[in-house]
């Protein structure tokens, strides 16, 4: 099947810097969508980008299907952003919403 | 929008015990998602349901457990009887279609099976 590479696997910023979370699938994808995981367990949608480049505030996503790659830009990094931070994927001609196994983030004040 | 809607958000149990997840999808939404989430084994999909019809269930467990969506807006994770190993974070998620459009979770159900 289908697998689903996060890097790093953990990483701990001081408030205030930028990281960059990198997923990468071993499959072409119709679906590609990154969560955050917040110390209360919510599974909070960030973005849905199968392709191209999205940013939402703090946050930017760019997806390079040709690549089998996304990357998660953080810029200035709160201490509300730890939490674990999840890649999904959805091959073509499927259905099912394969998960990385995440990148454990926690930010110091 | 009310988002993903599930109950209890908390469930302490006796092993043998029956417990039954209850989950109301975004209206709208034909698309619908169990998963579950365990340190060992991360997030897996247990069932999904498309028009309320269950397409794939090669993620349960065992026959312990069962899932039915009677209607569009009510779906049900069964576990008869349960088992401290079936203590776990459920999660529900629907979405419109599948591919094309973002899936939305829950907040879970956190179960645990003493």
């Known amino acids: 099947g289908i697998q689903v590479e996060q890097s790093p696997p953990d990483l701990i910023l001081q408030e205030g810097a930028n990281s960059t979370l990198r997923c990468n699938f071993s499959?072409?994808?119709?679906?590609l969508q990154w969560f955050h995981q917040n110390p209360w367990g919510q599974l909070i949608n960030l973005f849905y980008?199968?392709?191209g480049t999205k940013q939402n505030g703090r946050l930017s996503a760019t997806t390079v299907a040709t690549e089998r790659y996304s990357l998660l830009y953080i810029s200035s990094s709160q201490t509300t952003d730890s939490g674990v931070y999840f890649c999904?994927?959805?091959?073509?001609?499927?259905?099912?919403?394969?998960f990385g196994s995440g990148t454990r983030l926690l930010v110091r004040p | 929008d009310a988002g993903v809607i599930q109950s209890p958000r908390h469930e302490v149990t006796e092993m043998g015990q029956e417990v039954t997840l209850r989950c109301k999808p975004i209206?709208?939404?034909?698309?619908l998602f169990w998963y579950r989430q365990t340190m060992m084994r991360g997030l897996e999909l247990l069932i999904y349901?498309?028009?309320?019809?269950?397409?794939?269930d090669s993620g349960m467990p065992e026959d312990r457990f069962s899932a039915k969506m009677p209607n569009a807006s009510f779906s049900t994770l069964k576990i008869q009887p349960s088992e401290p190993r079936d203590s776990a974070v459920y999660f529900c998620?629907?979405?419109?279609?599948?591919?094309?459009?973002?899936?939305?979770f829950g907040e879970g159900s956190w179960l645990t099976v003493v």
């Open positions: 998620a629907s979405s419109q279609q599948v591919s094309g459009n973002t899936i939305y």
């Open positions: 999904a994927v959805v091959m073509d001609s499927s259905y099912k919403l394969i």
């Open positions: 349901f498309n028009n309320n019809v269950p397409i794939d």
């Open positions: 209206s709208g939404h034909n698309s």
């Open positions: 980008i199968p392709s």
């Open positions: 499959d072409s994808v119709n679906n």
